[in-house]
């Protein structure tokens, strides 16, 4: 069966400084669109995959850009709803060197953050579907997307389907009264997937890792098996945990890897260095959509999903926007270890 995948949760305008500029020093902004599942969607119709995006988009030309974007992308946009004002937006300051990147939201009131339930038809949205994603950003917006996304986990897995889902705790974004650890083990309870790294755990979880150090640019993958085993043990359902491994050098040199649980193995990607970011933004984003990619592509190979997952989030970050726009074919060489850059002619 051919895997048909749906992602739920927001796109936003993304208004970027552009060449690093600082926030105050921009006389004009990169204008793109971005958020946690139109990226993973993306991805997945970059790869070939059937995949639908759903939203809750105003009328207006902003919405209908938005609509026009991802649909120039392959992603199937005609079962997002419409309603509302306006589309949430984020500028971007990127970082450099031992300057952070910074994000500044607004997004208050934004089209989907009025979602209430019952305006998504689920039954008709999971027809064909074997896919669900969602992330953490979801949740966190208010209290109606909150709902909405817990009556899709509950029909999803009343059909069968595999949802998964990326922890991604934005602190910034919980702000309707609800405490993180309220909401999310509720909804991770539905979930068979599950990927975040150790602050996620810890803070929307309330699972803290143990002998983790994280200084100085160096991550010992072994050391969240136990994070993974608690999750697991905390959830019946879940079935395998993913841990994206980012070691911060400086803002332009990251190490990345990974590692995933299924129970009994842990299995370890290779790490790569990273040594001159170009956008780190929707690299986490971009590791789920490989990863999704691959443990349908690679069925019961769980190693090369992880390797997939990991080397094309790799690429990502030589890529501006929050979309990693590669092939399978480029993902695949850099994972046969073939990281030259050399020019293909």
Not at 96 to 107: E, L, N
Not at 300 to 305: H, K, N, R, V, Y
Request: charged share 25%; net charge negative.
């Amino acid at each position: 069966m051919n895997p048909k995948i749906i992602t739920f949760g927001e796109i936003m305008l993304r208004l970027a400084t552009p060449d690093y500029l600082r926030f105050h020093q921009a006389k004009e902004f990169e204008a793109t669109f971005g958020g946690g599942e139109s990226n993973v969607a993306v991805s997945l119709a970059n790869y070939g995959l059937d995949v639908d995006f759903v939203t809750r988009l105003p009328k207006n030309d902003i919405g209908d850009a938005a609509i026009k974007t991802l649909r120039s992308y392959n992603v199937g946009v005609d079962k997002i709803v419409y309603g509302g004002d306006r589309v949430g937006i984020y500028f971007l300051e990127s970082g450099a060197v031992s300057r952070g990147s910074k994000v500044i939201y607004d997004r208050a009131h934004s089209a989907i953050a009025e979602i209430k339930k019952g305006m998504v038809d689920w039954d008709k949205v999971f027809e064909g579907a074997t896919w669900f994603h969602w992330t953490g950003i979801t949740p966190a917006i208010s209290q109606g997307t909150c709902d909405v996304l817990e009556e899709a986990i509950t029909i999803a897995n009343e059909k069968g389907i595999t949802v998964s889902t990326d922890l991604n705790y934005r602190a910034k974004l919980w702000k309707y009264g609800k405490h993180v650890q309220e909401v999310m083990p509720k909804l991770v309870a539905g979930c068979d997937v599950v990927l975040g790294n150790e602050e996620d755990a810890e803070k929307a979880l309330g699972i803290k890792p143990e002998g983790v150090d994280i200084t100085g640019g160096h991550v010992e993958g072994k050391a969240y098996l136990s994070v993974s085993k608690q999750i697991m043990k905390k959830f019946q359902r879940v079935k395998k945990v993913i841990t994206t491994l980012r070691g911060s050098i400086s803002a332009s040199h990251n190490t990345w890897a990974g590692v995933l649980y299924d129970g009994s193995t842990l299995f370890e990607s290779p790490q790569y260095q990273i040594t001159h970011i170009v956008d780190r933004v929707g690299g986490g984003d971009s590791f789920m959509g490989g990863l999704i990619y691959g443990l349908n592509a690679y069925k019961e190979d769980d190693q090369m999903a992880l390797n997939f997952a990991v080397a094309a989030s790799c690429l990502k970050h030589t890529i501006k926007g929050d979309f990693n726009l590669v092939t399978i074919d480029e993902v695949e060489k850099l994972m046969g270890g073939d990281a030259s850059g050399r020019v293909a002619r």
